[in-house]
C-alpha cells in the first residue's frame, strides 16, 4: 500500500487541481502493471492516463457521479468543473465499468449516454464480516453519552448535503421524548453545511434530551459497538448509490430505516431488514425532497413505528445481519471483481 502527498507547489491549489497532481504521480508509477482498478473521480485520473501512457487496461468502479452531485461546488468552486471532466473521461475510456448497484448503472447509462451497456456491470459494495460484527459494551456507549437503557435512533455519516442530515434534525424533533438521537457525524464538506448542522443540533438540544453528536472518529470496535446498541440505524440520504454505513449496521445486528432512493432498497428489505421511506426528488440532480415537510413527517413516522416495536426491530436486525453475512461478504464481491478484470485482460 502506497499514500501519496500532494506535489510540492499544489497544497495550496483548488482540491480538484492538487487532486489531478497526485493522480500524475500515481500514473508514472503503475508502469508495468496488467491492469488499473480507480475508484471515484480522485482516482479514475490517475487510471484513465495510466491507461494512455501504458497501454493497460482501466477498470473504473462508480460509487457516485459527479453530475448528480451539483452541490459539490460548493466545496470545489470551479474544481468541480474539473472533477466531472476527469470522470466523464474516464469512465467513456474505460475497459470496464463497475457499478455498485442497479440503481447506480442506470445513473450512469443516463449521465453518460455514449457509454457501451455491455461494459458496465453492477458488483455490490462489500464488506469485512469479521470487523463488523454485534459488540455488546454497555460501558462503553455509556461513556460516549448514550444511555443504553433508552431507545435510541443512530446515524453515522460525513456531514454532506446528500447524506441528509437536516431533514433528519427535524425529524427527530417528532419523536417520542424519550428516544436518543445519536449521531456519528464529522467532516463536513463545506463550513456552511456545519453551521447549519450545528445550529439544528443545538435547537433540538433546547426541546430534548439525550442529543448525543460525537464528532471525533471512533474506532471500528468502538463503532461496532453503538450500532450494536442501536434500537434502529437511520440513512436519511437523499443520494446514496448504495451505502456501505447500511452495510455495516444491518451486520451489527441493528434494522434499517432508509431513504427509498439509489441503491439503498438493494440493501435494506422493506419490512425484513429494515424499513424504507417514501420520497419524492426534484430531478434537477440535486436529490431534494419536492415536499420537504413530507419527507420529514414520513421519516419520523416510520422511525417510530419501528423503536415502537422492539420485538419486530430485533427480527428486522437479525434478518439483515443474515443478509449481510449472505450477500455482501468480500469473498463473495471479490470473486465478481476477479471475473470482470479477466475479461479485459
Not at 27 to 52: E, F, K, M, P
Not at 247 to 255: S, V
Not at 290 to 304: E, G, K
Amino acid at each position: 500500500v502506497y499514500s501519496y502527498d500532494v506535489p510540492p507547489g499544489l497544497t495550496s491549489a483548488n482540491p480538484a487541481l492538487a487532486t489531478l497532481g497526485i493522480d500524475l504521480e500515481i500514473a508514472r508509477d503503475v508502469a508495468g502493471a496488467d491492469l488499473v482498478h480507480s475508484h471515484t473521480w480522485y482516482a479514475n485520473g490517475a487510471g484513465h492516463i495510466a491507461q494512455l501512457l501504458h497501454g493497460i487496461p482501466h477498470v473504473v468502479t462508480a460509487h457516485s457521479l459527479e453530475p448528480l452531485r451539483p452541490w459539490k461546488a460548493e466545496q470545489l468552486g470551479g474544481g468541480y468543473r474539473v472533477s466531472s471532466w476527469i470522470e466523464r473521461d474516464a469512465f467513456t475510456a474505460a475497459d470496464a465499468v463497475i457499478a455498485v448497484s442497479h440503481g447506480m448503472r442506470r445513473d450512469i447509462l443516463r449521465a453518460y449516454p455514449m457509454l457501451d451497456e455491455a461494459k458496465v456491470s453492477v458488483v455490490h459494495n462489500g464488506i469485512d464480516l469479521d470487523s463488523w460484527h454485534p459488540v455488546e459494551d454497555a460501558t462503553l456507549v455509556r461513556a460516549l453519552g448514550i444511555d443504553p437503557d433508552r431507545p435510541s435512533v443512530v446515524f453515522v455519516g460525513r456531514i454532506t448535503r446528500q447524506k441528509g442530515l437536516p431533514y433528519l434534525l427535524r425529524a427527530a424533533a417528532l419523536l417520542p421524548p424519550e428516544v436518543q438521537l445519536v449521531l456519528c457525524a464529522g467532516a463536513p464538506d463545506t463550513p456552511t453545511i456545519m453551521a447549519e448542522v450545528r445550529a439544528g443540533v443545538a435547537e433540538l438540544q433546547k426541546t430534548r434530551t439525550g442529543v448525543v453528536w460525537i464528532e471525533e472518529m471512533l474506532s471500528r470496535h468502538d463503532l461496532s459497538a453503538v450500532l450494536t446498541s442501536a434500537t434502529t440505524f437511520v440513512c436519511p440520504s437523499i443520494y446514496e448509490p448504495l451505502g456501505i454505513v447500511n452495510l455495516e449496521a444491518m451486520a451489527c445486528g441493528a434494522p434499517v430505516v432508509g431513504t427509498a432512493t439509489g441503491g439503498i432498497p438493494e440493501v435494506v428489505d422493506d419490512g425484513v431488514t429494515g424499513r424504507l421511506v417514501p420520497i419524492d426528488q426534484a430531478e434537477d440532480g440535486t436529490g431534494t425532497p419536492r415536499d420537504p415537510d413530507r419527507y420529514v413527517a414520513d421519516l419520523a413516522r416510520i422511525l417510530t413505528e419501528v423503536i415502537g416495536d422492539p420485538q419486530a426491530a430485533q427480527r428486522m436486525g437479525e434478518a439483515g445481519r443474515a443478509r449481510a453475512k449472505r450477500d455482501f461478504g468480500w469473498d463473495r464481491i471479490s470473486r465478481r471483481t476477479q471475473e470482470i478484470y479477466r475479461s479485459v485482460l
